[in-house]
């Protein structure tokens, strides 16, 4: 069974970087096929797919956060992590980890139980 955690500051301040850290159990990071991804979930509003990294190493982010998002790992802490610069107050929200067995299809068989980012001076 995969497990995600979630870790990072709960407080950005605006122009700052918001990251945050995903530690994984239960299945290695380089594992065939697997997809590791950020989701977030800004209030009021549904979710929103920011990105992932796969089993090799390649990163794929959404458009319309990909001018100032980074998404990297380190396999030997079995942990991924999200760069999102230049942050604003609109980056409020709560950030999961997912992680899939396939993509697109199975792309969110694991979830992170959330973590809260607010960004706000």
């Known amino acids: 069974q995969v497990q995600l955690q979630e870790s990072g500051p709960g407080l950005v301040k605006p122009s700052q970087t918001l990251s945050l850290t995903c530690t994984v159990s239960g299945r290695s990071l380089t594992s065939a096929a697997y997809h590791w991804s950020w989701i977030r979930q800004l209030p009021g509003r549904g979710l929103e797919w920011i990105g992932y990294?796969?089993?090799?190493?390649?990163?794929y982010v959404s458009p319309s956060l990909k001018h100032r998002t980074l998404i990297s790992r380190d396999t030997s802490k079995s942990h991924f992590t999200l760069h999102l610069n230049s942050s604003t107050p609109e980056d409020t929200a709560v950030y999961y980890c997912?992680?899939?067995?396939?993509?697109?299809?199975?792309?969110?068989?694991?979830w992170g139980q959330g973590t809260q980012v607010t960004v706000s001076s």
């Open positions: 997912a992680a899939g067995s396939r993509w697109p299809d199975r792309w969110s068989e694991n």
């Open positions: 990294i796969d089993f090799s190493g390649y990163t």
